[in-house]
């Protein structure tokens, strides 16, 4: 009876998959604390994580598995759901066993999980795209704040590293203080732990473009297609908080 | 006249053109601002639930035709305004900074002439593309009766290119829109349908050969102001796919906008027609289908209470039940309920494991209509008749009063990458 916990990196549950495959006995759970009802006789293993062995092993499942299942469990781990690195573990257990086919076993218990958790994350990763609101600050670069359910991210940099490339910019999940930042003209971005001590002082223009959208979308609706509630399953509540047109 | 108020003017006036793809065009950024994702991205959705991906505007909503179903009609009585090009290329570039929208639908009422016309477009778009660097996404309307080498050069600045045909025959053209003829809205057509294909042609050749809209073209038409039947727009859609390889063909329920006795008065816009066409249309581009077995002369309108491909399996219902394991992908798809995706899968999964219906449900094969018109491992899921009265008064949704159905319209349609266009999955 195992309980490894780790650091909550990717790297880290990588590490902590690698170690259970070696030992090659059952864990009881994998987390970032240890479960509450862990019991007397378990054996609380602190895994530090190992990125050599992590990028091992994510290199292995490429090649012994397929790129899509190092995917999927990337995917499904950014979720953040309480429980998935046990998911992540089946999941893992059963490709060692069924190899290249272990992602067509759509409707297996130890894979579809990991897959509907890996498809809700890059759902809302692909949604985040069109809900980032830029504003522009004084200091000359572009603000956006997001709440997004999961740790998407670092799904969403490269989307804007290539579309926003002359332009700094800051994408800011203030649920989780992180935030992915682009140097104008500079190749990549980098995620930062951020945590703002204010609000941001806008640019001079700034407002003007805002209230510009905000009258043009108003415009938008005909009114005889009336339909908030299409509008609402397209645009949650959650969401609206940070969207200028709301 | 403030921005401001000219840019309501002119989103209130052009927000009646449906189409708000912005997918299907690849333009990298170079050294510039902006990229166009092949997927399509949805920024927003309006209180009517039409996505919003692109600055929809007219450079002016003054116009020196009369067509009966526009609102910017010379006859009508509205405030007039018009935005010059720069003014078009700042809004869309702040707009676009700030992630607001994938770029820009940029229409006009028609001043002094086609050409004239047509060339104030092309400024707006050159602006953009050459002085602004700007590699998002750029969706122009060419205007009836343009010359055909302003047709070419605005196609080698947009990903897409459109002309409305507005209105399914010639006839119901000449009666509302009498100062456009059918051979001036076809001609543009037919110029952008070659050079597409020849700019394709071409960089299959060499990567550097001119772009020209390669997100391809689509056009409009209005359902329900003229008294034409489903059968002959479905026929007219099919020919646009298939002899000008068009991209989309969009439908618009008439909305009364206009008044005027040209028009019907038509107490509330056919919304249901209109979504009945989008799900024929898909059956067209997606499903295999062709015009002639979704509806024909001993039927020429599309059922209001079933989809299309509900009624097109109700008429041949010797050809069910199939046998998920072993029907080809083309049969599954013609399954009332599957789509695209829950096909692909299926045929996925099938080849690891004999399917039961628990296991489709597992996969997420929504089986609401198609387990009338399935077996798993040889059995059915419900021991009913395979009687076509019983059948269609299972597949009417329950909610056929005209208020949910208004509701509940587009909430089978969708999917994530589909979402973001007008759909009519079935
Ligand atoms: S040409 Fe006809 S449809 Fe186009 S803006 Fe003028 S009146 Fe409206």
Redesign the pocket.
Known sequence: MTCYLYDGTFEGVLTVLALVREAGEEPNSIGTTAPAQAGLFAAIVRVETNEEVAERLLDEIGRRLSPATAAHLYHAFLSETEGVEMHLHRYLRLGWREGRRLDSLLSHESVLPVHQLARRVRHEAHRMKGFVRFRKVREGFYYAALEPDHRVLSLMAPHFADRFFDQHWVIHDVRRNLAIVHAARREGWEEVSLELTGAPVMSEREEWFQSLWRRYFDRLAIAARHNPRLQQSKVPLKYRRHLVEF | MELEKRLVILAE?AKYDVSCASSGSKRYNRDGIGNAASCGICHSWTSDGRCVSLLKV?LT?A?????A??????SNDVPRASLTPEEVAELTIGFYRRNYIEGLFL????VHGPDQTMELLIRAARLLRETHRFNGYIHLKLV?GADPLLVEQAGRFADRVSV?I?LPTRESLKLL?P??SREAIIGPMRTASGLITRSREERKVSRKAPLFAPAGQSTQLIVGATPESDLQIIRLAEGFYNRLGMKRVYYSAFIPVAGGNRLPALPVPPLVREHRLYQADWLLRYYGFAAHEVLDDGRPDLDLAVDPKCGWALRHLDLFPVEVNRADYEVLLRVPGIGVRSAKRIVRARRQQRLSFDDLAKLGVVLKRARYFLTARGKRLDDLDMNEAVLRSRLMAPATTKKARQLSLFDGAGGDELASVLTGEL
């Open positions: 006036s007219l909503n116009c020196i035709y009369d067509c179903y526009c609102v910017n009609r010379r229409s006009t009422g028609v009836p409305n507005e829109a100062d456009k």
